[in-house]
């Protein structure tokens, strides 16, 4: 937790004012359905208590000013000149801003303060995050009367036009509506939306951070995501009707996509399982079945690793390792992929110990430092001044 104190103060040091409004917009954590948000799925995400916080104050002239902490950074530029830039982390807030200027609302020149303990590149969304945080901030500074679910959107097209990620709506809507000790189940479609309580009596989540960022990690999103478009036009020679992934079959990719490009059969039939899996990941969830839930996580690993073909040497590895204690009862990669975390359903009173003895053969084999990491689902976006 970063204090509000803290961020006051550090905005008055960066800017020699005081802020109006401060924003805390928290990463994410999905328990299962990876890759199927944008193809008009399921999600099971839930917030957790690592967070960005963005301080903001209106200025009289029509510049954005941003500070980045992490970078110790400054950015500037005139609302009138905004495009997407080489820097990166500025891109979350100016594709926020294009989206705004996009829906013809109306707003000034601000300073932006940003800070955050979402740990960077670890798959747990700190760009959604920073993307949130500052829709929210703008909104109030504003009075842009946007909704939650508007900012998320706003967020989700500012990842496709400014960092150039056809990404889904998972995560920025996890960071804004999430709800304390529960997941929300997420219907892609039409952004319906359920909450259940994640009551996992003495097991908890745990993530192991790989520390690695592979950088195909952009360009291999998209090249999926155009895979599974590809297979729905297949189907869709025949079904006419069908709109995405969510409306195919097994046996309608048997039938058109099988027969034409294997590779692209591999994938669809992968979203079409994850979903699946997701919905008896769910029901074993509120029967309080934890060990069919943890199954279902390393059913899913299998899949984003063997047929989606998303994971890395690395979150192999941990998924791997932790598959022989009878204490992990379930693990696989999360997010995007690449990189990043795996997720883990551990007993509690074993989480250190395996900390303990992971860490080092994971250093042998990589390297690499491996960071655990205990996360609380949390509540979603909050206005804390
Ligand atoms: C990334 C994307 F941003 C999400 O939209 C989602 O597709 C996820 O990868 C994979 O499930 O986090």
Known sequence: MISKEQIKTRYNEVFDSMPTHIVRSPGRINIIGEHTDYN?????????????????????????????????????????????????????????????????LTF???????????????????????????????????????????????????EHTYAGVKCGIMDQFASVMSKADHVVKLDCRDLSFSYTPLELGEYAILLLNTNVKHSLASSAYNDRRASCEEGVRFVQAKYTDVNSLRDVSIAMLDELVKPVDEDVYTKCRFVVEENQRLNDACAALERGDLEELGQQLFRAHTGLSKAYEVSCPELDFLVDYVQEFPEVL????????????????????????????????????????????????????????
């Not at 508007?150 to 097209?157: E, N």
Request: aromatic share 10%; with cysteine.
């Open 330 to 385: 379930g693990a696989r990669m999360m997010g995007g992929g690449f990189g990043g975390c795996t997720i883990n359903l551990v007993k509690k009173s074993f989480q250190d110990l395996l900390i303990d003895r992971l860490t080092p053969v994971y250093k042998a084999k990589f390297g690499l430092d491996l960071t655990a990491i205990k996360v609380v689902p949390s509540n979603g976006t909050e206005i804390l001044l």
């Open 40 to 104: 008009e799925g399921f999600v099971l995400p839930t917030a957790i208590d690592k967070a960005i916080y963005v301080a903001v104050g209106k200025r009289e002239d029509d510049l954005i000013r941003l500070y980045a902490e992490d970078f110790k950074a400054y950015f500037e530029v005139s609302i009138a000149d905004i495009r997407p830039v080489e820097e990166g982390w500025p891109n979350y807030v100016l594709g926020v801003v294009g989206q705004l200027r996009e829906r013809h």
């Open 108 to 158: 000034g020149g601000f300073n932006m303060y940003i800070d955050g303990d979402v740990p960077l590149g670890a798959g747990l969304s700190s760009s959604a995050a920073l993307e949130c945080a500052a829709g929210f901030a703008l909104n109030v500074l504003f009075d842009l009367q946007l909704q939650r679910v508007d900012i998320a959107r706003i967020g989700q097209l500012a």
